[in-house]
């Protein structure tokens, strides 16, 4: 029966055995629509490529040779004749922050690249700013890199008071896990000398103690609690409005990791409206103490069950998440050794942080394991990723829960330990899955070679000795750190490249450089496996939801470097074309 799903002879053959193949096999006869003469990556275990498949009901009902599909057609099936082009699985962004992203990308001030360049840049945006709105109301910007500006230094409040006297203005580096304020803001959140670092988090100061007005980490919450906050109505908004911009990179599904009841009131709005066209599965953001760790827990317990049978597989409560460390371009991120800066200096005395206590961490880890809740955890730092593994070893031996699939988030520069430790764990647990970035190499990738420095460097996303252990991993973009295109980690899973080249073009070096079929895993089947949906998702194969890319290029034929340029022309979500580009007719 199994090979019903894979093998089109065997769905043909069971027209004449319905009865024994009505279950699992779907009816493949008059199928809403047919997409023939393809090259279909199905992505199933035995990496099929086909040339038809057929649709009905938003599932996938056959495939095989486009002759035979088509033999299949009824009076109401649509036929897209392909002529020869590429066809994967819709793509899994197994970490979007798309939620906060599409707030900040429609409501904050964007200071990304290429639009901005420099320190200059910024100032001319928030000058301008500054003129059309009325003293003491906020300017927020984000998705700004020092790595990526011709100063390639951080801005501080002293750049920003010249230009903005009377606003208050708060720019949120792309990580978000940093960002800057002018000293309107400063004083409007009470900051000064005589504060002291908040647990987890850094206020930057300068050789006579004052902020700088870089704010790191936790420390930055003293800023959130003064600068207007986001609405569900927002949350709504933003995402209604960019939700097209995922099908059109040919992304049908996404792990929405840092929510909290805004978001998914927004989501559950989206959907009640049917405007939720990638399906959305949620970690929920672990507060900071254990108390109110469990209040979060018997509020979303009763509703967080991802193996559970819904109506519908479009928006799921999966989870939750828990910060360990800070981040690779703050160098907040928890490390055995000091942190490295403008890639041959040593960042004295600093290894970074953890969020919270690592005491308050583990507790956290035990009470939503032994609650049989989806973890994911977010460690960049190579202690951090220890921590992380030894905590996960120590729950799962205390209460042995198989397939609750906990992720280490990031998970940067993992130890030789820490890999043993994912593969025994993967094995016996189905637990310990790596959620990586590939495109932080490529992104952010300067700032992070200045920062990780040269003897780490090669360490970092070590992609090659996952495969060779046997770890299975799921990728993603971490939107809005890195643009949420699959196109670029695709690539950059290969490549290894930075976007200036600041460090030399391969300060990672390309040893770990994987095949574009294991990227395309890490994209399918293994994300799939993440959203706890592999049998429903990440492959081509009947009885699974039709979500389906047909592209301008086949990733198999094309040079590395085209990877990064692949055009999504069609994207069908539950077997509904939720994007066509104006180049496919
Ligand atoms: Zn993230």
Redesign the pocket.
Known sequence: MLNADRNPAAVVLCLFALSACSENAPDPNDPDLLLINGKIITMDAADSIIEAVSIRGGKIVGLGTSSKVKGFAGPNTKIIDLAGSAVTPGLIDA?N?FGWGAADAIFTLNLSYPKVKSIDDVLTLIKSETEARDANEWIIGSEWDAGKFDERRDMTASDLDPISPDHPVWLLHTS?HYGVANSRALALANITSDTADPDGGIIARDDAGNPTGILADQAMNLMFDVTPPYTVLHFDEATTQLVGQLSSEGITTIKD??IDERHWKAYRRMQSRGDLTVRVFVLWRAPDTVDDAKSLLERIAPFTDPKKKRDDDQLISGGVKIYIDGSGTARTAWVYDEWNKNFTETDEGNFGLTYVEPDILFEQIRLFHKAGIHLGV?AIGDRAIDFTMDAYDKVLGETPTYGLRHSI??CNIPTDRAMDMMSNLQSSFDAAYPEVQPAFLWWIGDAYAANFGADRNPRVLPLKSFKQRGIQWAASS?YN?SPFAPRYGIWASIARQTLFGTHGTHPYGTDESITVNDALRSYTTWAAHQVFLEDKIGSIEAGKYADIVVWDRDPYSVSTEELKEMKALLTLSNGKIVHRDAAFD
């Open positions: 970490h922050h978000a990791p840092e977010h988030i990031h971490d750190v």
